[in-house]
């Protein structure tokens, strides 16, 4: 099977799976909150290993106009010509978590602006994203799946 049938079969599999108890829910929730701060933590201030703890090793990364990133070493070597080299604003607006035992799904809006040190252009980017996380061995929540997406709905002139 290709990776990408894993990866849906895995969405396909959430959707159908009942949710965790509303404690465990409500526990993985911040756990996962707590993730996405940590995500924009190491993201604004170019920590890449920081960064890379977050994923699984087997991640599947796929932002809207790029080629699809197969795992942490695709996924770092993506990340690390840009990295610390502009000033970041990221904001995420989360619309959903839904937890399936050892499994959620997370579905947001986002925000992004690149401004480069050396006074290239500034990057903009919005848009909405659905992360799959899954609780590895030691129980920490890693992204498994990230899907960006531009879409028509999400613009900087609406930007909270």
Known sequence: MRRVDSYAALFTALLMTGSASAGDAATAERAIRAGVDEWLVAFKAGDLDRL???????????????????????????????????DIEFRIEIDAIRVHGDTADLVSRYWFTARPHDGGNTYRDAGRSVVLYTRDQDGRWKIRLDLDQDTPDVRFEDHP
Do not use: E, N, T
């Open 52 to 86: 890379m703890r977050l994923y699984m090793p087997d991640a599947l990364v796929a932002l809207h106009g790029q080629p699809a990133l197969h795992g942490k070493d695709a996924i770092r070597a993506y990340f690390a010509p840009g990295m610390g080299k502009s």
